[in-house]
């Protein structure tokens, strides 16, 4: 049974670094056999369908093997299917729907975030900013975007991320990925 899912591939097209054309990143999945493949915004988002039975972290070693073939340098990758990308955006504990999309953000984990890392960050000094851990995600609000951050900054420290694969987006892009993972 084909599924669909999304990539969110980290730190592609950011200052000039690690370029990745969109339409070549179309080509690298079309290549690993997967179908229905598009891209989001320039920032390392896709959505394909597979009949892939390799499990997320396997759909994800492939992209990051096939993406280093073809540009030369290796960028760490995610994959989520539609069922999680949803959930995650339901449990959310912030009113997103009163939020600006630069507002509130995702913070995607390879696996559980360990709640010790964050144990030594005091929500109180970052207030109005504050994050909540999720299933594989932390929840980021920051009321002034996440650019200039003292929570952004303190939550992607190596204490708190190093050994995981983490990656952020906005909640526009959050929800977008939700509809485009959706079934047509």
Avoid at 23 to 38: I, K, P
Avoid at 90 to 96: H, Q, R
Avoid at 102 to 117: F, I
Wanted: contains cysteine; charged residues 25%; aromatic residues 8%.
């Amino acid at each position: 049974m084909p599924t669909t899912y999304a990539a969110l591939l980290r730190g592609i097209n950011v200052s000039g670094h690690h370029k990745v054309p969109m339409a070549e990143l179309r080509a690298v999945l079309e290549g690993l056999g997967h179908s229905g493949v598009r891209t989001h915004l320039q920032s390392g988002n896709a959505v394909f369908t597979t009949e892939e039975t390799t499990g997320e972290d396997g759909l994800a070693r492939a992209l990051e093997d096939a993406v280093e073939a073809r540009f030369g340098f290796r960028v760490d990758c995610l994959v989520r299917d539609h069922a999680y990308l949803a959930a995650v955006a339901d449990a959310c504990p912030f009113p997103a729907d009163a939020l600006e999309g630069k507002q509130l953000y995702a913070v995607y984990y390879d696996r559980a975030p360990d709640p010790e890392r964050f144990a030594a960050l005091d929500p109180d000094a970052f207030r109005p900013e504050e994050f909540a851990l999720g299933d594989r995600v932390v929840y980021l609000h920051t009321p002034d975007g996440l650019g200039r951050s003292p929570l952004g900054t303190a939550v992607s420290k190596p204490a708190v991320v190093k050994g995981y694969v983490t990656t952020a987006r906005n909640w526009n892009t959050v929800r977008k990925l939700v509809e485009m993972t959706a079934a047509p």
